[in-house]
């Protein structure tokens, strides 16, 4: 099979400081914090993500030209790798995760929930290893510990004793967290071949069906009759900020960031929500800020932003994407 020779490496702003910018993305990705509960009072997890998936789709629509030229010539694997994206980073996480939300019963809860989300770089970092061959070097390990530090300070701040969240809310969080490590993967595989506007546009567009059926099976036709007007507010907010404008500057940056090292770099995600339930209101939900939240939100970017400068000094050893491929290729032909 021929492989298409890796895109010259480039060199813009957001390629230098990729793993800030993934670290952006994922504060993003907490403004969801704002429209999800509300909707999940209303309708079920298979409604909320099919309609959000479906108006992030609509917004694709003027590159989907381009979109299909590029995919007409990419290789069954990197279709296999977006399909895969699709249906469970994208479709059966998201449910999952909003699921999670009707089992939360108090703001406290709810902020216990999103502990969990601590524990996506360690599945990152080894899906990571196993599937991309990324090793670290010796000085990965104490940056990304700091990180990891940084954001158990802003999360713990409330109770030292990290409090325990409901067990069925809980487990709904972590197969999320568990299928959003491995689409930081795939979609660092996906980025070898296509760009990140195809992996962003198939990533919602492949997740459709995915998501019709998840519905139907849940509600059956008459789920469709429970949307309602007064939503759409949520669903745009959802769909525009944490979805659409996060996830394509995530996968902008994630081309040019190792997949360990953008494990944590999202943990812009939890620290980012914590802080917004620690704002005042209407900004925030009127939980005082600490300063241990201060100190944990320093400490991160301090250890992000070193992790981004030193990710040219092989910080993370990749095999690299052709390399990955070819010796996937010679697997398969000696099988």
């Given amino acids: 099979m021929t492989l298409q020779a890796r895109p010259a490496e480039r060199t813009g702003l957001i390629d ?11 504060a993003l990705w907490a403004a969801d914090a704002y429209f999800r509960p509300a909707l999940a009072k209303q309708l079920s997890a298979s409604q909320i993500v099919l309609v959000e998936d479906l108006l992030i789709s609509l ?23 977006l399909a895969v994206i699709a249906a469970g980073p994208q479709a059966f996480a998201t449910v999952l995760f909003t ?6 019963t108090s703001p406290g809860v709810l902020s216990e929930v999103y502990l969990l989300y601590l524990l996506q770089p360690v599945f990152g970092v080894t899906l990571a290893w196993l599937f991309l061959r990324e090793r670290r070097r010796p000085f990965f390990w104490p940056l990304a ?3 990891l530090g940084g954001a158990a300070l802003i999360v713990f701040s409330t109770n030292p004793t990290a409090p325990r969240a409901e067990l069925m809310a809980a487990l709904f969080v972590l197969g999320a967290v568990i299928l959003w490590a ?14 990140f506007t195809s992996t962003s546009a ?9 998501l019709l059926v998840l519905m139907l099976t ?3 036709l008459a789920g469709l009759t429970q949307y309602s007007v007064g939503q759409l507010p949520s669903f745009l907010g959802i769909a525009l900020i944490p979805g659409l404008i996060a996830m394509v500057l995530y996968y902008r940056a994630l081309s040019s960031t190792p997949a360990s090292i953008s494990s944590f770099a999202e943990l812009g995600y939890p620290a980012a929500l914590f802080l917004i ?16 939240e201060i100190v944990g939100a320093v400490i991160l970017v301090v250890a992000v932003t070193c992790l981004n400068f030193l990710k040219r000094h092989d910080v993370v050893r990749t095999a690299g994407m052709s390399e990955f491929r070819l010796a996937s290729e010679a697997t398969e032909a000696a099988g």
């Fill in 218 to 220: 849940d509600r059956g």
């Fill in 182 to 195: 491995a689409g930081t993967v795939l979609g660092r595989y996906a980025l070898a071949d296509v760009s």
């Fill in 99 to 104: 699921r999670s939300l009707t089992y939360a």
């Fill in 202 to 210: 198939m990533r919602f567009a492949l997740a459709l069906p995915v």
């Fill in 59 to 81: 917004c694709f629509i003027p590159v989907m030209g381009r979109v299909v030229r590029e995919l007409r010539v990419a290789s069954w694997r990197t279709w296999l790798t």
């Fill in 16 to 26: 230098r400081y990729s793993a800030l910018f993934i670290t952006l993305a994922a």
């Fill in 145 to 147: 510990s700091l990180a």
């Fill in 277 to 292: 339930f620690s704002l005042p209101t209407p900004v925030g939900f009127g939980t005082p800020l600490r300063p241990l």
